[in-house]
């Protein structure tokens, strides 16, 4: 499989190993959940639809630099702090998830990726 990747004008092909897989859009969700957080404070698991989904291997953490300059004042926080992570409800088939942590410590689903 190949996939083109084009970065200022120029074009890369990256060759993988992988099976050939459909990407899609993610779903927008940004509804409020609650997060149980593993002794690392990790995620492993989030209640969404007083549903619980359990987080399945490692999540990532990202950060992602928010547009402070634009605000009035002084930034607050200059950095988002996301999730990406995989998980299932009971035995149903697992979905990638991204949970952002709010500057109050609440959580948001932000997006289900399918």
């Known amino acids: ?11 890369f092909i990256i060759i993988t190993r992988h099976e050939p897989r459909e990407y899609t ?10 997060v149980e957080l593993s002794p ?6 989030f209640i969404w639809n007083r549903f619980e989904h359990t987080v399945i291997g490692q999540p990532q953490a990202v950060f992602k630099r928010t547009r402070w300059w634009e605000d009035e ?6 950095d988002t702090e996301l999730w990406r992570l995989d998980a299932s409800r009971g035995g149903e088939e697992q979905h990638r998830y991204d949970l952002r942590r709010g500057i109050d410590g609440s959580w948001t689903l932000a997006l289900d990726w399918g």
């Open 1 to 11: 499989m190949q996939v083109f990747l084009t970065i200022a004008h120029q074009v």
């Open 40 to 45: 690392d404070g990790d995620p492993r698991a």
């Open 25 to 34: 859009l993610p779903q927008i969700i940004d509804a409020p959940v609650d």
């Open 73 to 78: 004042g002084t930034p607050t926080r200059i």
